[in-house]
Structures are given as structure tokens and as C-alpha cells.
């Protein structure tokens, strides 16, 4: 895929060059804390100073954990079909605050949600109708997909074949 642009291992940046580079780093797209505060290590700057540069980032708006989380649902939701549960797990794992996580999921329209989940129990029952067990097939599917184990076998009874 992308090759991760190295850095000299010898270059010592100052306090300005990593703010200047993690501002790009920022605008490039939405980033979590964790990766924002990982960057700054990366770029050699530590302690006292990686703070006052990461305090500075979210003064200037190009680090905000809110607007993280809610882009970082509705794209994981709209574009890849998670669940609600795998995007939550995704979200802890970046070390997000609770209660913005669930506000990031009560941002995705609930009817929009179901009905997503109801064309994809339609694709996965199709796709495996050959198989012996096609209803459990997909269920495990969408259950892997982070979708709620109970809507997943709901939405599988009431579409037959």
C-alpha cells in the first residue's frame, strides 16, 4: 500500500518543527489523541514540551477527540458496515472517553442502522445458500461485522429466502 515516509534518525527536530509537522500531520485527516501524542514521541520531542505542543494542537482545532469519534463512526459505519460493537471495541482501543464514544453511536441514525443491517443479512444469506447452515453462516458474519448479536438472529428469522 503506502510506504510510511521514514525519518533520519539523526535529524533532531525543534519544539516549532514538530509543532509545524504535526499541524500537517493533523490536517491531513481527523486523528485520535493516541495517534497525535504517538507522533509528536515519534518526532523525538518528550515530557513538558510534547504536551505544551499537543495542548497547542487542540487550542488551534486540529486535534478534537468529539470530532474524531464522530467521523470515525459514521465512516466505519457507512463505508466498511461495522456495528455498533466493533466500533465501540475500535474506539476504546484509541483510548476515547466513554461518554463521547456514545455520543459518536447515538449519531448513527437508528433507522439507517437497521436497514443496513437488513440488506446485509439479505447479501450473506445469498451468499451462502449453498452452504448447510446459511442462516448461522450469516449471523456469525454480521456478528463478526460488530452488529448486536440479538438484532443479527431478529433480522435473520424474519428474512426467509
Not at 482545532?61 to 470515525?72: C, D, I, K, S
Not at 441514525?109 to 448461522?136: F, I, R, S, W
Request: aromatic residues 10%; proline residues 3%; charged residues 35%.
Amino acid at each position: 500500500m503506502f510506504k510510511k515516509k521514514l525519518l533520519p534518525k539523526d535529524k533532531v527536530f525543534t519544539v516549532d518543527e514538530v509543532l509545524v509537522k504535526t499541524e500537517s500531520f493533523c490536517a491531513y485527516r481527523e486523528r485520535c489523541p493516541k495517534e497525535v501524542r504517538a507522533r509528536i514521541a515519534e518526532l523525538g520531542i518528550r515530557g513538558t514540551e510534547a504536551e505544551q505542543i499537543y495542548r497547542s494542537l487542540e487550542e488551534d482545532g486540529y486535534v478534537n477527540e468529539t470530532r474524531f469519534a464522530l467521523a470515525y463512526a459514521g465512516g466505519k459505519f457507512r463505508m466498511n458496515h461495522w456495528g455498533k460493537v466493533r466500533i465501540r471495541i475500535e474506539l476504546r482501543m484509541r483510548h476515547i472517553d466513554h461518554s463521547i464514544i456514545e455520543e459518536a453511536l447515538d449519531s448513527i441514525d437508528e433507522e439507517t442502522y437497521l436497514e443496513t443491517l437488513e440488506q446485509l443479512v439479505v447479501k450473506k444469506k445469498e451468499h451462502y445458500k449453498a452452504d448447510e447452515h446459511p442462516n448461522m453462516k450469516a449471523a456469525a458474519a454480521l456478528i463478526r461485522s460488530g452488529f448486536e448479536p440479538n438484532l443479527v438472529f431478529e433480522m435473520v428469522k424474519e428474512n426467509p429466502f
